[in-house]
T-cell receptor, first 115, second 115 residues
């Protein structure tokens, strides 16, 4: 079974600084997607960024970028110029590219942004 | 843009009662997913439907059942409620296009409290 591991239950960063959240996963499949979701206090699940496993280029979305290391099964999220609104739970998630589209989530990392 | 609608947003039930959660997907979305997020936990996949047929099943208790109707809305029926069923229940929807990535859009969730 696929598993997603987030080894940092909590992280903190100063406003305007950069922070990296870690995620590792285990799968025997070669084609899949990886995601980072943000869950603010409202509990709404918001997609931050997506990476296709077949793409070597790391995905970026404005201040958010990933470091995808397929061989190491590592998928970290870098948040640059952190803002107070970035404070939230961040979940790493995995999904196969074919067949079931269910998302498998990690346990989450709570990010605090200090002013 | 229209989003996924879930009702009710909050629900309080007693042990052994039944509950029905409703999900209205984004227009033209044909696939619905249900996730359960316990307090301080990551979301866990319960069940999904594509074109009114069950497409995948996760760790859904036998006390729970779900279906997707002709208008693509879905209902999650929960019977003999237990204290451990207290959680945030997310519905997500997507539009299935063969060979393409189908993003899941999450609803705001229904918070179920079992007393």
């Amino acid at each position: 079974a696929q598993t997603v591991t987030q080894s940092q239950p909590e992280m903190s960063v100063q406003e305007a600084e950069t922070v990296t959240l870690s995620c590792t996963y285990d799968t025997s499949e070669s084609d899949y997607y990886l995601f980072w979701y943000k869950q603010p206090p409202s509990r709404q699940m918001i997609l931050v960024i997506r990476q296709e496993a077949y793409k070597q280029q790391n995905a970026t979305e404005n201040r958010f970028s990933v470091n995808f290391q397929k061989a190491a099964k590592s998928f970290s999220l870098k948040i640059s110029d952190s803002q107070l609104g970035d404070a939230a739970m961040y979940f790493c998630a995995w999904r196969t590219q074919g067949g079931s589209e269910k998302l498998v989530f990690g346990k989450g990392t709570k990010l605090t942004v200090n002013p | 843009a229209a989003g996924v609608i879930q009702s009710p947003r909050h629900l309080i039930k007693e042990k052994r009662e039944t509950a029905t959660l409703k999900c209205y997907p984004i227009p033209r979305h044909d696939t619905v997913y249900w996730y359960q997020q316990g307090p301080g936990q990551d979301p866990q996949f319960l069940i999904s439907f594509y074109e009114k047929m069950q497409s995948d099943k996760g760790s859904i208790p036998d006390r729970f059942s779900a279906q997707q109707f002709s208008d693509y809305h879905s209902e999650l029926n929960m019977s003999s409620l237990e204290l451990g069923d207290s959680a945030l229940y997310f519905c997500a929807s997507s539009r299935t296009r063969g060979g393409s990535y189908n993003e899941q859009f999450f609803g705001p969730g229904t918070r179920l409290t079992v007393l």
